[in-house]
């Protein structure tokens, strides 16, 4: 394990801008969160190689802004929308294989739009295998406030997918579901590829590592237990930190507490 920091951490600052700032402050594990179509490519988009080249920063996920519109566009009757919203990700998948990153991260659907568990899972297979096609893998994120977010379907979906159901654990929002972190790993086991991590406790569940009081040694543990090799993307809102300094400091001191610990890879 390894942890990075989220440029979603310092929206809204400009993506370029927020990956400057986290490499300059010594980050060198990051998700780059992609805030508008324009950033996939032109002037933008060689800014942040050139940023990732000059610092050697280790690009290991790529989140889209699309969250918002994927009810719609892939959990949907309307077949066109589906067809629309898989060529339009491959967009991702390419930007994504620029930067050498691994995993794609999807809210999915929302409670509000009623929608089969068969069909959900259907559409996220078809998800994965176009992703496979560029060699990466799409993550299903346990948002609290989107289907995803409930530990009951997160196994019906492990069941029915087998090895193509893959998972990104977010700490906060296994909190806000009403599960904790560790439930979730013990039931999507080696299923889990990687982590959005915050530290939890009576101050509040989106807190800077060490500022909270989960027992994240045994969190950790239980990951290292089902194979878990990927990264703990730091990801925490506005509020919760001081800046890219304050940011790069905290990965650190996470960093520092997996190898001691002898989880660091």
Do not use: W
Not at 18 to 33: D, H, M, P, S, Y
Not at 107 to 122: A, I, V
Not at 141 to 147: I, Y
């Amino acid at each position: 394990m390894k942890a990075g920091v989220s440029t979603a951490c310092l929206y809204p600052t400009e993506v370029e801008k927020a990956f400057r700032q986290l490499a300059e402050n010594g980050v060198k594990t990051a998700e780059i969160f992609v805030n508008s179509h324009c950033e996939l490519s032109g002037p933008y988009r060689a800014e942040m190689l050139a940023v990732q080249k000059e610092y050697g920063i280790d690009v290991v996920s790529v989140h889209p802004f699309t969250c918002g519109i994927e009810p719609m566009m892939l959990f949907t009757a309307y077949e066109r929308r589906v067809t629309d919203m898989l060529d339009y990700y491959k967009k991702f998948f390419e930007y994504m294989n620029l930067f050498g990153a691994k995993y794609f991260v999807l809210h999915g659907n929302k409670p509000q739009n009623p929608f089969p568990d068969e069909k959900y899972f259907e559409r996220f297979f078809r998800l994965q295998e176009t992703a496979e096609q560029f060699g990466v893998c799409a993550v299903q994120e346990n948002v609290s406030r989107c289907t995803g977010g409930s530990i009951d379907f997160l196994k019906k979906m492990k069941a029915a997918l087998g090895d193509k159901a893959a998972f990104v654990l977010d700490t906060k929002q296994a909190h806000r579901s009403g599960t904790t972190p560790i439930e979730m790993v013990r039931e999507l086991g080696g299923n889990i590829k990687h982590v959005h991590f915050s530290d939890f406790g009576e101050k509040g569940d989106c807190l800077k590592f060490g500022f909270g009081e989960y027992d994240n040694k045994t969190l950790f543990t239980e990951l290292q237990k089902c194979g878990f090799e990927g990264s703990l993307i730091i990801e925490l809102y506005k509020g919760s930190h001081s800046g890219a300094a304050d940011l790069a400091e905290n990965c650190g001191a996470l960093n520092k507490f997996l190898t001691e610990n002898e989880f660091y890879r």
